[in-house]
């Protein structure tokens, strides 16, 4: 079980990393996108357990982040992330034949959703949402913040409804959103590079851990969706919603609307909320899920080809 850097080659020339988990006769190939401000090194033992399970592992680093070439904390333009996965997925499948599924944390599983929503479903055979982090239309959200009245009122045009303050453990993980350069850069697009929010960290450490701490507009808007409802329509292949109920993040409630909602009624979907479990935490606990789900569908694949082969015979 050994683990390569590799880089691929995206639309713009950019060269883009990741880790490649690659082992024989794996099952299918888990495409993993990290959460925002972190890179592949965080979801390494996600990697280990599913290569245990004899499935293959890319983590990808988005532009920007980790050792991808781009501009550290922005991206050229609105959906450069989600065209960066498109081509991935054109380049493993030009060197591998095996099945891929998709899989993020956070921001990373946006990224997912809004490749999807622009490319659909037709080169993966699977998708799984770690906490998603759908922040856009605010709703979506557990706690509100400060900064959010005034982004929903710039966004929307009217006032928000009084929210609950958030507890003090909330903010562990939560962004602040720069009120002034977030509206000139919604209204000025050459502003749309200059910093405007910014995750809470020690400097220090953050370096050390190679992780970005302020996002321009663009990047905000990247890893995020206003019409989930419409993305979340578009699947066809199984689908894992996967997020701990003390999530600092999500909305409670979020994940049940999108299962019985937003997923086709016919569609090979599961849902599972863990108890005692954040926004982080959900991590570690989703490699011990992820290999289960994975089985239950590659697995009934076998089982299908068999009985077909069968039935020839």
Known sequence: MLMDKMTYLARDGALLA???????????????????????????????????????ACLINWRGHGASEGRSGTVDYIGQLEDDLADFIAHYQQINEQPIVLAGHSAGA???????????????????????????PLETVRYKHASAKWQYQVSYF????PTVAPPEH????APSL????????KCVPLMRHKPILS???????????????????NLMLSCDINNYPRAFNKISVP????????DEVVHPNLLETI????????????????????HIQVVTASANILPDWLNSIFEQSSNLVSNTDGALA
């Open 239 to 246: 689908v894992l919603l996967l997020c701990g109920q003390n």
């Open 18 to 56: 990741y880790d490649k988990f690659l082992i024989a006769d794996a099952k299918a190939t888990i495409v993993f996108l990290h959460g925002s401000t972190y890179n592949s090194r965080r979801y390494a033992n996600i990697a280990k357990v599913l290569n245990q399970q004899h499935y293959s």
């Open 158 to 161: 009217r006032t928000a409804k």
């Open 199 to 217: 995750f809470p960290a020690n400097e220090r450490m953050a370096r050390l851990e190679g992780r970005v701490l302020h996002y321009s507009y």
């Open 110 to 136: 946006v990224i997912c959703l809004r490749y999807i929503d622009k490319y659909g479903c037709n080169d993966i055979d699977g998708v799984s949402f770690i906490a998603p982090a759908i922040n856009g």
């Open 259 to 278: 299962f019985h909602w937003h997923l086709r009624p016919t569609l090979n979907k599961k849902m599972v909320e863990l108890k005692k479990v954040n």
């Open 170 to 173: 909330a903010l562990t993980y």
């Open 178 to 185: 720069k009120t002034v350069p977030f509206i000139i850069a």
